[in-house]
């Protein structure tokens, strides 16, 4: 049997997740597409998604009269954290007789290679992608050809009208401007639930909206870079046990405030009544990782706090980081793009191993580094931070 996956959180499921599915099953032949709602986005406040039974009870009410296109409860079975890797994986093992196709949106394969384990999701399933018909089909078009190349993999195209009709709209407009955008079943059971029309409502921006804003926002250079730290810290996060899309997000989020003047992160910081050091009054540049953290949300409407916490902290450090926070100030520290930073191969080949280790020997190289040169000033949590981790790694070897 050739079975199509189209995952999401369905938040809710609209029209043009019903469109990707039929025609995906009419130009692939396939004999089902499963509709199959994620329990645990990363990024996202749980207590402002929509509850599971209203997300499922949507589905059903919107395939209900489509031949071979269903609602399937996969991955909440599993309550908990699951990624398309592992999904996919399982899946083939139950049904070893199926053939998967798993069905993206045009904006998700532009991201694809920053997903965890992609090599394993090629493996057990083909990708079908919806064809772009916009100015950036071009970087679509480029994206692919890499994947295909890199993994020697065919990827399907799916032809649609394109459409602009995204959940987060949805659940952020007025009953009267969504009518138009959801199944008549849908949009009834919405209005009799009132489901989104109040101000608790998951209005997180998506981590390829985020990507795009920052390219508009940041130079070349920054952008670059951010990328290279939010693809070193992912790869951490999967040796290290950590959740990779929060690595990741963390990663892209961390210098979404560098685009901002001294002056400007001075003034903003004062404005919102984001508390200031001496030190920070001394050298304000330190003040892009609040300024940062307060984007993230209060413009991006991330409010996962292990993800703000490491945007937080990323610059100067602290005593007992967690996990992702220590990945986030290392990536920034080793990423490809880093040239200049001491003993540098050593310290991406620590990455791997200890993760403790690694920061304290960043922590080294920071401190030594701000006093040999009079000019910096030495953040006093970093100097906190190089105490605590020096005592922690004291006497062991690597």
């Not at 969504?178 to 949009?187: F, G, N």
Request: hydrophobic share 35%.
């Amino acid at each position: 049997m050739k079975v199509g996956i189209l995952g999401g959180t369905f938040d809710p499921v609209h029209k043009t997740h019903l469109e990707l599915a039929v025609n995906a099953k009419k130009q692939y032949a396939l004999d089902r597409v499963l509709l199959m709602p994620t329990p645990d986005p990363p990024h996202k406040d749980k207590n402002k998604i929509t509850e599971v039974f209203h997300r499922t009870r949507m589905i059903k009410l919107a395939v209900e009269k489509l031949d071979g296109i269903e609602f399937s409860d996969f991955e909440l079975s599993m309550n908990e954290t699951t990624y398309t890797a592992d999904t996919l994986h399982l899946l083939k093992e139950l049904h070893p007789e199926d053939e998967f196709f798993f069905i993206m949106g045009s904006d998700s394969i532009i991201y694809f290679l920053n997903w965890y384990r992609p090599d394993v999701i090629l493996k057990y399933a083909t990708l079908l992608v919806a064809k772009r018909k916009d100015s950036s089909s071009d970087k679509m078009k480029q994206v692919i050809s890499s994947i295909e190349e890199t993994y020697n993999v065919k990827i399907g195209l799916i032809s649609m009208d394109s459409t602009e009709i995204s959940s987060s709209y949805i659940r952020t407009h007025s009953y009267g401007e969504i009518q138009e955008m959801v199944p008549k079943a849908v949009y009834e059971y919405i209005v009799s639930n009132r489901l989104y029309n109040n101000c608790n409502v998951n209005s997180a921006w998506s981590v390829n909206q985020i990507t795009d804003h920052l390219s508009s926002l940041l130079k070349p250079a920054r952008f670059t870079h951010t990328l290279g730290v939010a693809t070193t810290a992912k790869a951490m996060a999967e040796r290290f046990g950590v959740n990779p899309n929060k690595a990741y997000m963390a990663g892209i989020l961390h210098d979404c405030a560098k685009y901002l003047s001294e002056q400007e992160l001075l003034d903003l910081c004062r404005r919102k009544q984001i508390p200031i050091t001496e030190t920070e009054r001394e050298a304000p540049y330190l003040l892009h990782a609040k300024a940062g953290a307060y984007f993230a949300e209060h413009r991006y409407h991330i409010t996962d706090e292990e993800i703000l916490s490491a945007i937080r902290w990323h610059t100067t450090g602290k005593p007992d980081m967690s996990r992702l926070e220590q990945i986030i100030f290392c990536a920034d520290y080793i990423e490809p793009g880093r040239t200049r930073q001491p003993d540098l191969e050593f310290l991406r080949k620590l990455s791997g191993k200890d993760l403790e280790c690694l920061t304290y020997h960043i922590l080294k190289d920071t401190v030594c580094y701000l006093k040999e040169n009079s000019s910096k000033t030495i953040d006093a949590h970093t100097l906190d931070a190089y105490t605590y981790y020096s005592d922690k790694v004291e006497g062991r070897s690597v």
